[in-house]
C-alpha cells in the first residue's frame, strides 16, 4: 500500500502543466494620451467631361497637373501630394423618348487628391491654391500628429497597466496572487471582427478622435487591451 502511494505521487508530480488546472483572470483596460496635432490632411477633387474615355482621362490628367503644381508652388512637397481615387461615369442620351435605347454621350470623371500640410498655419493658404487651379469639394479630412507610433505605444501602456490593476484587485478577491500575462490582444480590433463593435475608426471618430475644422486643440490615440493573466 505504502509503495503504491508513493507510485501515485511520483506519476502526479510528472504530469504536465497542461494538466493542471490553472486559475485565470480576464480583463478589458483602456488607454489615451493626447497631443497637439502638427499636420492636416486636405482632400480636393478634379473632375471633367468629355465624349470618350480617352478625352475625359486626358482631360483630368490635365487638371491634375494642374492641381498638383499649385499646391506644389504653395509650398508642399510632390512627395505629400498623393493621388486617393478616380470615379469614371458614363452618361447617356435619352432623348430618343418612346422605346428608343438610349445611347452613349460621354462621361465624367472624378480623381480625388489627399495633401499632407505639415504647417497648420498654411492650410488656408493650401486650400486658396487648389481652388484657384480648379479643385472642388475640398475639405480638412482630418488632423494628426507625426508622434504617431509613440502615441500609440504610450496608449497601450496606460491600457496594460489599468488591466493589471483590474486583475489584481480581482486576484485578491479570489484569495490569490496575480501571475504572469498568458495572452493579450486588441480588444477593440476583436470586436470589430466579430461584428460585436464598431471597427477602429468608426469607434475613435464616435470618441471625438478624428478631428476636423481649424485649429484644433489636440489629437488622442487609444488603445483597448484584452489581458488574461495566471492566479497563483
Known amino acids: 500500500m505504502k509503495v503504491r ?3 501515485l ?20 483596460g483602456d488607454g489615451s494620451v493626447e497631443a497637439k496635432p502638427d499636420y492636416a490632411l486636405v482632400t480636393m477633387m478634379v473632375s471633367a467631361q468629355d465624349q ?3 478625352g475625359v482621362f486626358s482631360r483630368c490628367d490635365d487638371a491634375g497637373m494642374r492641381l498638383r503644381k499649385a499646391i506644389a508652388d504653395a509650398g508642399v512637397a510632390s512627395s505629400d501630394i498623393e493621388q486617393q ?7 447617356y ?3 430618343g423618348g418612346g422605346g ?4 452613349l454621350a460621354g462621361y465624367h470623371l472624378m480623381v480625388t487628391y ?13 486650400i486658396d491654391a487648389g481652388t484657384l487651379a480648379g479643385a472642388s469639394n475640398v475639405s480638412i479630412a482630418s488632423y494628426g500628429s507625426s508622434n504617431k507610433d509613440e502615441l500609440e505605444e504610450s496608449a497601450g501602456k496606460k491600457a496594460l497597466a489599468e488591466a493589471r490593476e483590474k486583475a489584481e484587485r480581482l486576484a485578491e478577491q479570489m484569495g490569490g496572487k496575480l ?20 471597427g477602429r475608426e468608426e469607434e475613435e471618430e464616435h470618441r471625438g478622435v478624428i478631428v476636423s475644422g481649424l485649429n484644433p486643440q489636440k489629437v488622442r490615440k487609444s488603445a483597448t487591451l484584452k489581458v488574461t493573466f495566471s492566479v497563483q
Open 114 to 126: 489627399q495633401i499632407r500640410v505639415r504647417t497648420l498655419a498654411n492650410v488656408p493658404k493650401i
Open 85 to 91: 481615387g478616380t470615379a469614371l461615369s458614363p452618361s
Open 9 to 28: 505521487v511520483l506519476a502526479a508530480a510528472l504530469l504536465p502543466l497542461s494538466a493542471v488546472a490553472q486559475r485565470t483572470i480576464t480583463v478589458i
Open 179 to 198: 501571475g504572469a500575462i498568458l495572452s493579450i490582444g486588441d480588444a477593440a480590433a476583436e470586436g470589430a471582427a466579430s461584428g460585436g463593435g464598431m
Open 5 to 7: 502511494t508513493i507510485l
Open 100 to 103: 428608343a435605347t438610349p445611347h
Open 93 to 95: 442620351d435619352y432623348s
Open 52 to 54: 470618350t474615355a480617352q
